[in-house]
């Protein structure tokens, strides 16, 4: 019993009469040459290639490069101006603004919930300096906040403590007396009370 014949039995068969013809072509004149490299030929083709790796290179790079969670920087009347973008990395923000000789603490929480009290000894609202701090308008591109260092007197930590909701904030501004002790978030609802 013979097995059915493939595809490929068949193309085999077809093939064998050309390859034998082929052999006897290069029996009768050699191999044919490699093909011939040229210095310009190799230029082209390196050129080619250097081409190829350009366009790769400037198609990856943007896609790698991502957008900073903020952004935080001296203005010329001395102020320091902090973008948030992405409420992401409250310790990475908080070392930023201390690196401009600010001693600070930044703390982002879920909704509903604040940093259990007592944790500082908080300057009363009625008594935080007005000229502490300058907000953008919301029509800004990038909305920011100036903190003006020359109304943190010497031992105040500045507090800032951001509540995120599905993308919406609510954000406090406070003024310790002292160093702040870790957030130990509970539920709540008021910053400022939480501490």
Same mark, same amino acid.
Not at 158 to 163: E, P, S
């Given at each position: 019993?013979?097995?059915?014949?493939?595809?490929?039995?068949?193309?085999?068969?077809?093939?064998?009469?050309?390859?034998?013809?082929?052999?006897?072509?290069?029996?009768?004149?050699?191999? %044919?040459?490699?093909?011939? &490299?040229? +210095?310009? @030929?190799?230029? $082209?083709? !390196?050129?080619?290639?250097?081409? =190829?790796?350009?366009?790769?290179?400037?198609?990856?790079?943007?896609?790698?490069?991502?957008?900073?969670?903020?952004?935080?920087?001296?203005?010329?009347?001395?102020?320091?101006?902090?973008?948030?973008?992405?409420?992401?990395?409250?310790?990475?923000?908080?070392?930023?603004?201390?690196?401009?000789?600010?001693?600070?603490?930044?703390?982002?929480?879920?909704?509903?919930?604040?940093?259990?009290? %007592?944790?500082?000894?908080? &300057?009363? +609202?009625? @008594?935080?300096? $007005?000229? !502490?701090?300058?907000?953008?308008? =919301?029509?800004?591109?990038?909305?920011?906040?100036?903190?003006?260092?020359?109304?943190?007197?010497?031992?105040?930590?500045?507090?800032?403590?951001?509540?995120?909701?599905?993308?919406?904030?609510?954000?406090?501004?406070?003024?310790?007396?002292?160093?702040?002790?870790?957030?130990?978030?509970?539920?709540?609802?008021?910053?400022?009370?939480?501490?």
């Amino acid at each position: 019993m013979s097995t059915p014949e493939t595809f490929e039995d068949r193309l085999l068969t077809a093939l064998r009469p050309l390859a034998a013809r082929q052999e006897h072509l290069d029996r009768l004149t050699g191999p %044919p040459p490699p093909p011939a &490299v040229t +210095p310009r @030929r190799r230029t $082209l083709a !390196l050129a080619a290639a250097a081409v =190829l790796v350009a366009a790769a290179s400037a198609v990856t790079v943007p896609l790698l490069r991502t957008t900073p969670a903020y952004a935080v920087q001296r203005d010329p009347d001395g102020s320091i101006r902090i973008t948030i973008r992405q409420y992401t990395d409250a310790a990475g923000l908080q070392r930023r603004i201390a690196s401009f000789g600010v001693r600070a603490v930044v703390d982002f929480l879920p909704a509903r919930t604040v940093c259990q009290a %007592p944790r500082a000894d908080f &300057v009363p +609202p009625q @008594r935080m300096p $007005l000229g !502490l701090v300058d907000w953008s308008t =919301l029509s800004e591109p990038d909305h920011y906040f100036k903190v003006h260092p020359e109304f943190i007197g010497p031992g105040q930590t500045f507090v800032y403590a951001v509540q995120i909701d599905k993308g919406s904030t609510r954000a406090a501004i406070r003024l310790a007396d002292g160093p702040v002790g870790r957030c130990v978030p509970v539920p709540g609802d008021t910053l400022i009370a939480g501490g």
